[in-house]
């Protein structure tokens, strides 16, 4: 199987996950997603950033988990299969933090699931409707078992 190229940046303007969540683990998750060539800022924020974000992009008075947003054209869809994949990934610390906990799982599982998930949108994978839910949630599960994770849909 080819490898598709690869540029990341990332930035931990939330630094608590720094040293868990390093760089190579981190471009191993988004690799394992990637079906086109990437352009791609990983972000770490607090809740204070995330709560911004989510209102100023999202109209949501609130910081969410992960925040995707793409620059190949207006609404992510449609990226042509030769295009390099153009986004910024911003995952909240502290959500990412109390969400692992809630679900019992462990920080690298529950980060590897969101930076998974976040590489998804950026190729134009949405959960909108239940048939598009369904798609993605399967690409989540075969990317994160190739990593050696366990399906992130079942309560351990």
């Known amino acids: ?18 040293d868990i969540l390093t760089r190579p683990l981190l471009r191993k998750w988004v690799k394992a997603a990637l079906l086109a060539p990437a352009q791609i800022t990983l972000r770490f924020v607090d809740a204070a950033e995330g709560q911004i974000l989510n209102r100023n992009y999202r109209g949501k008075d609130y910081a969410t988990n992960v925040l995707t947003f793409t620059y190949n054209d207006d609404d992510g869809s449609d990226i042509a299969d030769d295009a390099v994949t153009q986004a910024d990934i911003i995952l909240c610390t502290d959500v990412l933090q109390r969400e692992a906990a809630e679900q019992n799982k462990t920080l690298i599982f529950h980060a590897a699931h969101l930076v998974i998930h976040g590489v ?3 190729q134009g994978y949405d959960h909108e409707s239940d048939e598009e839910a369904e798609e993605m949630e399967a690409l989540e599960i075969e990317f994160l078992a190739a990593l050696g994770f366990p399906n992130p849909y079942i309560e351990a």
């Open 1 to 18: 199987m080819q490898q598709n190229k690869l540029s990341l940046s990332v930035q931990y303007a939330d630094t608590r996950v720094q």
């Open 120 to 122: 998804l949108h950026a």
